[in-house]
């Protein structure tokens, strides 16, 4: 609607302006911009944290985010309460957000806070950042992927499905979630095509350890699932196990191996078997034998899977998961004075649960791994694709 005001302005504006010069109109008097002005812009990522997933932030920007060509700074957020419980979230908006990247660690860890952090997810596309990606380190209803029989509820499915449909659109599509060594590969079709799910995975960030490491390495796989997901991606030696039964008695065995000598007549499925000497090689048996699987909650089917190994000749076992979830610190085991403290050399883990890394650090046998250098090159290398860049991530 023409208004005598608004076009007093702007004819004696433009009346200044050379005729053949292209011009940036101010606003009004009185009429406050959103927009950043053009020596404002720039590719710019701002990172909102979760509180409990702050380790995981400071590891970011500690590292890689200090010596990036890409502007990163935490953004404000104030995650308050309510007498009765119910959020009270504050979080910087406006002027300095828009047309910005955002990142959000998240911890799923737990379902206490989840509420709170898919509020917050769900406000940030409305507040016209350029793009949102949603970090989700570890997805935590993950295990309960599938109903087998009537009355099962699979809680994969209800939080995917509670994080992606009401998520809106950023000003370049939909919101990415990011999510490491999820459960079930299949999982990402619980998610609405509200949003682009990327899952990535801490293996290469194991290859890396490995490699450092140098010593000769062969990989276990506790159970063919873990063979089929994680095979795929490495180039070293492997066994594969699997769970077997035999009246009333379950073993894990050894089932099968990738470039590597067996001789499976020697087999043992318990002490009580006849010892006719190891199924490795001589050389083998050397190696450092490091079972890999994407959780560990009580621990029970690694110690089970290092009690195959050594039964059938292994001399030096070691562990691996993405997610140290262990339940009721069932990590203690592992330690000095605990039930399983001699069943493993090292233990590594990756800091995808930084509610429980943060006690394992410095305690033995546990070497925690960090996947923010993976992390960041992700993240580049989105903004790089949205910004269109050229990009050798």
Same mark, same amino acid.
């Given at each position: 609607?023409?208004?005598?005001?608004?076009?007093?302005?702007?004819?004696?504006?433009?009346?200044?302006?050379?005729?053949?010069?292209?011009?940036?109109?101010?606003?009004?008097?009185?009429?406050?911009?959103?927009?950043?002005?053009?020596? =404002?812009? %720039?590719? =710019?990522?701002?990172?909102?944290?979760?509180?409990?997933?702050?380790?995981?932030?400071?590891?970011?920007?500690? +590292?890689?985010?200090?010596?990036?060509?890409?502007?990163?700074?935490? /953004?404000?957020?104030?995650?308050?309460?309510?007498?009765?419980?119910?959020?009270?979230?504050?979080?910087?908006?406006?002027?300095?957000?828009?047309?910005?990247?955002?990142?959000?660690?998240?911890?799923?860890?737990?379902?206490?806070?989840?509420?709170?952090?898919?509020?917050?997810?769900?406000? #940030?596309? %409305?507040?016209?950042?350029?793009?949102? *990606?949603?970090?989700?380190?570890?997805?935590?209803?993950?295990?309960?992927?599938?109903? !087998?029989?009537?009355?099962?509820?699979?809680?994969?499915?209800?939080?995917?499905?509670?994080?992606?449909?009401?998520?809106?659109? +950023?000003?370049?599509?939909? *919101?990415?979630?990011?999510?490491?060594?999820?459960? /079930?590969?299949?999982?990402?079709?619980?998610?609405?095509?509200?949003?682009?799910?990327?899952?990535?995975?801490?293996?290469?960030?194991?290859?890396?350890?490995?490699?450092?490491?140098?010593?000769?390495?062969?990989?276990?796989?506790?159970?063919?699932?873990?063979?089929?997901?994680?095979?795929?991606?490495?180039?070293?030696?492997?066994?594969?196990?699997?769970?077997?039964?035999?009246?009333?008695?379950?073993?894990?065995?050894?089932?099968?191996?990738?470039?590597?000598?067996?001789?499976?007549?020697?087999?043992?499925?318990?002490?009580?078997?006849?010892?006719?000497?190891?199924?490795?090689? !001589?050389?083998?048996?050397?190696?450092?034998?490091?079972?890999?699987?994407?959780?560990?909650?009580?621990?029970?089917? #690694? &110690?089970?899977?290092?009690? /195959?190994?050594?039964?059938?000749?292994?001399?030096?076992?070691?562990?691996?998961?993405?997610?140290?979830?262990?339940?009721?610190?069932?990590?203690?085991?592992?330690?000095?004075?605990?039930?399983?403290?001699?069943?493993?050399?090292?233990?590594?883990? +990756?800091?995808?649960?930084?509610?429980?890394?943060?006690?394992?650090?410095?305690? /033995?046998?546990? &070497? &925690?791994?960090?996947?923010?250098?993976?992390?960041?090159?992700?993240?580049?290398?989105?903004?790089?694709?949205?910004?269109?860049?050229?990009?050798?991530?």
């Amino acid at each position: 609607v023409e208004n005598p005001t608004t076009r007093s302005f702007f004819g004696s504006f433009m009346a200044t302006q050379p005729a053949t010069q292209s011009t940036v109109l101010p606003s009004p008097p009185g009429v406050v911009s959103l927009r950043p002005v053009a020596s =404002e812009r %720039r590719c =710019e990522l701002l990172v909102y944290t979760y509180p409990s997933a702050r380790p995981l932030f400071d590891a970011l920007m500690r +590292t890689h985010a200090g010596s990036s060509t890409i502007p990163t700074r935490e /953004a404000k957020c104030d995650w308050g309460e309510f007498e009765t419980g119910w959020p009270n979230i504050h979080f910087e908006a406006g002027d300095s957000i828009y047309g910005r990247h955002a990142v959000f660690l998240t911890s799923f860890y737990k379902p206490t806070n989840i509420f709170q952090q898919i509020s917050l997810a769900i406000a #940030l596309p %409305r507040n016209h950042v350029k793009s949102l *990606t949603v970090v989700v380190p570890f997805f935590g209803p993950g295990t309960m992927e599938r109903v !087998e029989e009537e009355g099962v509820l699979a809680s994969a499915e209800t939080m995917a499905k509670m994080l992606s449909a009401p998520m809106p659109l +950023t000003s370049s599509g939909p *919101t990415t979630i990011i999510i490491y060594d999820i459960h /079930a590969l299949q999982e990402r079709f619980y998610f609405t095509d509200n949003v682009r799910v990327l899952l990535v995975s801490a293996i290469p960030t194991l290859m890396s350890y490995i490699k450092q490491d140098g010593r000769k390495t062969v990989l276990v796989f506790p159970d063919d699932g873990a063979a089929k997901r994680f095979g795929k991606r490495v180039t070293l030696p492997y066994l594969v196990c699997g769970k077997v039964r035999e009246r009333d008695e379950r073993f894990i065995r050894i089932l099968d191996g990738n470039n590597i000598g067996l001789d499976t007549s020697k087999l043992r499925l318990r002490a009580t078997d006849p010892d006719v000497g190891s199924i490795f090689t !001589e050389e083998d048996r050397d190696a450092q034998f490091l079972i890999v699987d994407d959780l560990c909650n009580s621990g029970a089917t #690694l &110690v089970r899977c290092a009690e /195959a190994l050594r039964l059938n000749g292994a001399r030096r076992i070691n562990a691996y998961c993405t997610h140290a979830v262990f339940g009721n610190d069932s990590w203690r085991k592992f330690t000095e004075g605990g039930q399983w403290h001699d069943v493993f050399d090292r233990f590594i883990v +990756t800091n995808t649960i930084v509610e429980t890394t943060e006690k394992l650090k410095g305690t /033995a046998p546990f &070497v &925690v791994l960090d996947i923010t250098p993976d992390l960041w090159n992700h993240l580049t290398c989105m903004v790089d694709s949205y910004e269109g860049n050229a990009t050798t991530h």
